[in-house]
């Protein structure tokens, strides 16, 4: 088993920089997830930690040992790709057992550890087929026997469920997650998929540009982001800008379009210094709609409804007020609001976040 760690990686090609000084930790045992739109730097970090890459400058670390110098088949990890990359020629268990004889396993032990590797992956039957024979779920799932069969001391996947057609890859992510605790691997995976990172993950190392904006767990990078880019990459956001007015004990006093003076809880606003120019980040989902203005502490503000998006058990809205758009995500307790309707905006200001402007 293995933490890894980067110290002060840097990525080149040439002149363009992929990854720019990027450090991380990702704790032994952990699922962490590299989350980053296209072209972000992500598998090129997961190639360096392999060992398919050079990096340019810094260090890797795995177990507390400096690897930078260690050829990728003695770094004892598992590797599975968005496109499984089976062995065509050869069976199932042949596959599952190429790591093995590879290491010189006793031919024994290799049937014992491969009957147990397609057990975790719930397809013990299929040993002797091929992998034209298999659906593109199965043998994502052989890759993944394949990888873990070594007992890898760092399992790294590459967008392993993005080639799958959506419920598949639903329950492929359920199903990963489990086959990931059962057998405690470290495990760094890497998608652009926010949904994913977020029902997977114990970490999400959030990247854009080659550097990574915010390290966290999957409530705390949703709910405390970081900077913008969090805000708007992970879910719906409306991010007003505005003005930190004072930074006290109770909260940060924010001056914003729309609403006016919000306190949002410091808890809420651990990045925000002092005062100057701020942003107040307000998740769609919990920014909701009502007929009239609310009662109590909740703060309201009129709108009117422009745009509904129906989305079954929830409502997509985009509503003006003044000259802002806001979105807002509506569960659906009776019956949306139409295009045109007169609204109360109301939000609490726990839920807010307050970012540096
Ligand atoms: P991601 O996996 O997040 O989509 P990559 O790590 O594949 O991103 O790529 C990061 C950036 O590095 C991209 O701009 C990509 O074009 C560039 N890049 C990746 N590999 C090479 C290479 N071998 N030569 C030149 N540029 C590369
Ligand atoms: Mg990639």
């Known amino acids: 088993m293995g933490a890894v760690n980067l110290n002060n990686i840097v990525k080149r090609f040439g002149t363009f920089t992929a990854v720019e000084k990027t450090s991380m930790d990702i704790p032994e045992g952990s699922f962490t997830t590299l989350l980053g739109p296209s072209g972000c730097g992500k598998t090129t970090t997961l190639r360096m930690i392999a060992g398919l890459l050079d990096p340019t400058e810094g260090e890797i670390i795995i177990n507390g040992k400096r690897v930078n110098d260690v050829p990728i088949h003695k770094r004892n990890l598992g590797l599975v790709f968005q496109n499984y990359a089976l062995f065509p020629h050869k069976t199932v268990a042949e596959n599952v057992a190429f790591g093995l004889r590879y290491r010189n396993v006793a031919k024994s032990e290799i049937a014992r550890r491969?009957?147990?590797?397609?057990?975790?992956?719930?397809?013990?039957?299929?040993?002797?087929?091929?992998?034209?024979?298999?659906?593109?779920?199965?043998?994502?799932?052989?890759?993944?026997?394949?990888?873990?069969?070594?007992?890898?001391?760092?399992?790294?996947?590459d967008e392993p469920l993005s080639a799958l057609d959506a419920n598949l890859r639903e329950d492929m992510r359920v199903e990963l997650k489990n086959i990931q605790a059962r057998i405690g691997v470290t495990t760094v995976f890497v998608t652009h998929d926010q949904s994913e990172a977020l029902a997977m993950s114990d970490q999400i190392v959030v990247m854009s540009n080659g550097r990574v904006e915010q390290v966290g767990a999957p409530q705390e990078v949703y709910n405390t982001p970081a900077s913008e880019f969090v805000a708007r990459f992970l879910g719906a956001s409306n991010i007003l800008d505005g003005r930190c007015l004072s930074r006290g004990g109770e909260g940060a006093v924010l001056e914003v379009p729309v609403f006016g003076q919000i306190t949002v809880p410091s808890a809420k606003a651990p990045h925000l210094a002092g005062e100057g120019?701020?942003?107040?980040?307000?998740?769609?989902?919990?920014?909701?709609?009502?007929?009239?203005?609310?009662?109590?502490?909740?703060?309201?503000?009129?709108?009117?409804?422009?745009?509904?998006?129906y989305q079954g058990q929830s409502v997509r809205y985009f509503v003006r007020a003044g000259d802002m758009q806001l979105q807002a995500i509506n569960m659906i307790?009776?019956?949306?609001?139409?295009?045109?309707?007169?609204?109360?905006?109301?939000?609490?200001?726990?839920?807010?976040?307050a970012l540096p402007g």
């Open 277 to 309: 120019a701020a942003k107040l980040v307000i998740r769609a989902e919990k920014l909701l709609l009502r007929d009239s203005p609310p009662e109590g502490g909740a703060f309201s503000a009129p709108a009117t409804v422009e745009t509904v998006d």
């Open 333 to 353: 307790d009776d019956r949306p609001f139409p295009a045109g309707a007169q609204v109360h905006m109301t939000l609490r200001p726990q839920d807010c976040a």
């Open 114 to 157: 491969v009957k147990e590797a397609l057990e975790l992956v719930q397809l013990p039957h299929l040993g002797n087929r091929y992998p034209k024979a298999l659906s593109g779920g199965q043998q994502q799932r052989i890759a993944l026997a394949r990888a873990i069969v070594i007992e890898p001391d760092v399992l790294l996947l």
